[in-house]
């Protein structure tokens, strides 16, 4: 199976958070319209496909409030060899569309982003996708005037219902804060320090690839080297397995793949939508070997 990150030109949001270390840009009538052609090939060009696929769309923007991105979740979820095609999303939009998903396949990244949208509006979203049987979890950016929002949100989702913590950009994490975080996320960990990843084995540019709105594919977000292309079927004489290149990783949808971490178990059946299997939680030893890693 080969699992695609795809992030195309879109950079727009109706959030406009000062943590976000995304792109900021009000995206032109033309600009939104190159995002929709380029997405519509790349759903051709999956329809075509006769391998399994797992999808995870990360845009710079909000891709579910425009049309196209909401079509392509629910149009990829019913092909037969899309395994699961998941998005990153704040949430915003409505939700009664999803309804129309195979709901074994589609998914979604949830973030809470407080002082942009109500408590009681987010909580009330994530209601509607238990209700519509979505495969979703919810998470927060690390940051200290985050804290109190972070542990209502905890106490009032369900017991079911994941939530993560991203360390914030730059922040440095006493024990005594990172310890408030684990009591919301014990899995933050993970997420509190860059891994040591350079010449260490990782899944991508071999299972996991990042295909641009052109088709350029490289092996992850992070890593500029281009492989190939997507539409001239290039890039797949370059899969292999390879080491990584960069001193460290600090982001989710890297580390995850890295083969020093035990993510893929941790989140066995929920990797791309960020859920971890059951047992949700590593015993606290197993977590200290990881961290920093």
Known sequence: MLTILYRGPLASCDYDCPYCPFAK???????????????????????????????????????????????????????????????????????????????????????????????DRFLAKTAELTALGVRFSVGVVGLPEHLEAARRLRAELPDSVYLWVNAAEGHEYTD??????????????????????????????????????????????????????LYDGSFEQAL?????????????????????LPMYDVFAGGVLERIPAEPVWLPLPVRRQYEND
Do not use: K, M
């Open 25 to 119: 840009r009000r995206d032109t009538p033309e600009q939104l319209r190159a995002d929709r052609a380029d997405l519509d090939r790349f759903c051709a060009w999956v329809a075509d496909q006769d391998r399994e696929l797992s999808i995870l769309f990360t845009p710079w923007g909000e891709g579910l409030v425009r049309s196209w991105y909401r079509r392509a979740l629910v149009t990829l979820s019913r092909l037969p060899r899309v395994r699961r095609v998941a998005i990153q999303t704040n949430l915003s939009c409505r939700t009664g569309w999803l309804a129309d998903a195979d709901r074994d396949a589609v998914a979604l990244w949830c973030t809470y982003h407080p002082g942009q949208t109500p408590h």
């Open 176 to 229: 005594t804060d990172a310890a408030d975080w684990v009591g919301i996320d014990p899995l933050f960990g993970f997420s509190r320090r860059p891994h040591r990843t350079r010449g260490r084995a990782c899944r991508t540019g071999d299972s996991v690839v990042s295909v641009d709105g052109a088709g350029t594919v490289r092996r992850c977000h992070f890593v500029p080297e281009e492989l190939g292309n």
């Open 240 to 260: 292999r397995p390879r080491p990584c290149p960069l001193d460290v990783c600090d982001c989710h949808i890297g580390y995850v793949h890295a083969e020093q």
